[in-house]
């Protein structure tokens, strides 16, 4: 009766910590595309601030 209990708790341990590690993952590649969008739009405010000094 016990080990019934405690591989239920085992098994149910595990997948909360498997779907955890999936939720994590897809949040950290989330935030990462997240910052390579930011970088891309500074990039383009950087060149279009150069290119309006360029110009002045």
């Not at 080990?3 to 897809?26: F, P, S, T």
């Not at 279009?48 to 110009?55: D, G, I, V």
């Amino acid at each position: 009766m016990y080990d019934d209990i405690l591989k239920e708790m085992k098994d149910r341990i595990e997948v909360k910590e498997k779907n955890y590690v999936e939720w994590r993952d897809k949040r950290q590649q989330e935030l990462m595309d997240l910052a390579r969008e930011v970088d891309l739009m500074m990039d383009r405010r950087r060149n279009r601030k150069a290119r309006m000094n360029n110009n002045a």
